[in-house]
């Protein structure tokens, strides 16, 4: 009896667990998207030259796209999120029979002890344990879906932001090309110099192409993983906007995700396990084998140990990683006022007719150049809050 006694105590943890973990996945939903580095469904200014172009081509709009769309479409259709589901619908089902077994048992009146009581409470507890993984397995892969769609989602930005600065290098080579070809005519340029500016010309055209390719890439990444055709073309909405974040204790924070993270998880039902083989053991198998079950409690116990301290390492490696990140958005915004100021003087001289236009359109160029660099840095700033919250998602 003293041993159900002690079964009885691991039910209670266990229980416990089932209902941590219910709450962590509430918290896991509510908390997906609620990151310093936000998004906004209504871009600043006209669409992307590159969205407009496409669309110019079919005369007609194309269909939005948010993330959180992307999100849902890429959990229809990924495999691994219905197989988790309906492994935990298989998991609860076991978890009920095993239940249901432990009021099977009878008491022998000749011996007093309840018959098929040890099977019965070892089924349940690790019936119990298997329940607990597979929810806990179910919000680890939505976690990952996640940030593989918000990745593959701001990938296209990217790929988009590529072509525009490859569309524009290539006008400036177009023209440097048209001024070297004036001058060779005039014989005030080598024909070795005109050679060089119609090949730069031509290699910025190479280049376009190939970027225009890597975008055709992302889109069908993203077509793929949402299930839809490909070729398929969405005005992305929901462009990342940097926001300073609130101030973090990293230390604080770490061990806040210690209960949450999977990985550790996995390792404390690890030493449940083990426990369960110990007190459940069978002495049928020898003394030997008891030690070796004894000592696999503590190689679970050390081992958990370890996961802990890798686990906070690395959050603290990201955290620095994040901050560094921070500190490059300030000096792009910086240099964005300079490159703006010496836009407006370029305008000044262009129109008092002191520079020519190709000089007016590196300012220009600069300036969309930074904008692009923050907006790709936002990106990532986001995807580093995201992991920061949430490290087990990558």
Not at 116 to 137: C, I, M, P, V
Not at 275 to 290: H, K, M, Q
């Amino acid at each position: 009896m003293k041993q159900k006694a002690a079964a009885t105590l691991l039910v209670l943890s266990l229980s416990a667990g089932l209902v941590s973990t219910v709450q962590a996945d509430s918290a896991s939903g509510s908390t997906a998207t609620s990151t310093a580095t936000s998004t906004a469904s209504n871009t600043s200014g006209a669409s992307s030259a590159v969205t407009s172009k496409t669309a110019s081509t079919t005369g007609q709009a194309l269909p939005t796209l948010t993330l959180k769309q992307a999100v849902e479409w890429a959990q229809t259709n990924n495999y691994n999120t219905r197989s988790t589901e309906r492994d935990v619908e298989r998991r609860r089902i076991e978890f009920k029979n095993a239940e249901k077994d432990l009021g099977n048992a009878y008491l022998d009146l000749i011996e007093g002890e309840y018959v098929g009581d040890e099977a019965s409470w070892r089924n349940y507890n690790s019936s119990t344990l298997s329940y607990l993984a597979s929810k806990k397995q179910a919000l680890y892969a939505k976690d990952q879906l996640y940030f593989n769609a918000m990745k593959t989602y701001q990938s296209v930005f990217v790929a988009e932001n590529q072509v525009k600065n490859d569309l524009e290098a290539l006008e400036i080579a177009q023209a440097e090309e048209k001024i070297a070809l004036a001058k060779f005519a005039r014989g005030k340029l080598s024909e070795y110099a005109k050679n060089e500016s119609v090949q730069a010309r031509s290699q910025a055209q190479q280049t376009v192409e190939q970027s225009k390719t890597a975008l055709q890439k992302a889109r069908d990444a993203l077509n793929f993983l949402m299930g839809q055709p490909n070729g398929s073309v969405y005005e992305l909405v929901d462009r990342p906007i940097y926001k300073e974040p609130e101030k973090l204790d990293i230390e604080v924070h770490i061990q806040q995700l210690m209960d949450m993270n999977p990985n550790l998880w996995k390792l404390e039902d690890n030493i449940k396990t083990s426990e369960l083989n110990v007190r459940y053991f069978d002495f049928n198998s020898g003394a030997g084998a008891y030690d070796l079950a004894k000592l696999d409690v503590d190689t679970a116990k050390e081992e958990l140990d370890k996961g802990q301290k890798d686990f906070a390492e690395s959050l603290r490696n990201l955290y620095a990683t994040f901050k560094d990140n921070q500190k490059k958005y300030v000096q792009l915004e910086e240099s964005l006022i300079t490159a703006k100021e010496g836009l407006e003087l370029s305008r000044k001289k262009w129109a008092r007719g002191l520079i020519i236009e190709l000089e007016l359109k590196n300012s220009q160029l600069k300036v969309e150049q930074i904008e692009r660099q923050m907006e790709e840095l936002a990106i990532e700033l986001n995807q580093n809050e995201y992991t920061l919250n949430k490290p087990w998602s990558t």
